[in-house]
Nanobody, 122 residues
Framework: QVVLVESGGGLVQAGGSLRLSCAAS????????MGWFRQAPGKEREFVGA????????YYADSVKGRFTISRDNAKNTVYLQMNSLKPEDTAVYYC???????????????WGQGTQVTVSS
């Protein structure tokens, strides 16, 4: 069993930055592929980005590419989402999730955090 806890959300003005953290319990974090997702009010949950177990080759949704960066520290059982140049449309609850599978989609994640609210004001 893996428990994921996100932190770092909050209110920020457009153009600002936030860094989200996702701390994982359990000894298997280093073998898990991690994803970040978000859900805005009235919308479906969507993929933001992902990073494989080794930390190499993160990949992102087109909507955040060039602004968001995912990294992980396996020694600390933590994955990060650095968000720069934030826009009001980035407002959402952000979730981290873990998967034992190589394919990172909403349907393939095995564990989910509770989410953290990010609000970007214009």
């Amino acid at each position: 069993q893996v428990v994921l806890v996100e932190s770092g959300g909050g209110l920020v003005q457009a153009g600002g930055s936030l860094r989200l953290s996702c701390a994982a319990s359990g000894p298997t974090f280093g073998s898990l592929n991690m994803g970040w997702f978000r859900q805005a009010p009235g919308k479906e949950r969507e993929f933001v980005g992902a990073i494989i177990w080794s930390g190499g080759s993160p990949y992102y949704a087109d909507s955040v590419k060039g602004r968001f960066t995912i990294s992980r520290d396996n020694a600390k059982n933590t994955v990060y989402l650095q968000m720069n140049s934030l826009k009001p449309e980035d407002t959402a609850v952000y979730y981290c999730a873990a998967s034992v599978r190589d394919l990172i989609t909403i349907a393939t994640m095995d564990y989910w955090g509770q989410g953290t609210q990010v609000t970007v004001s214009s």
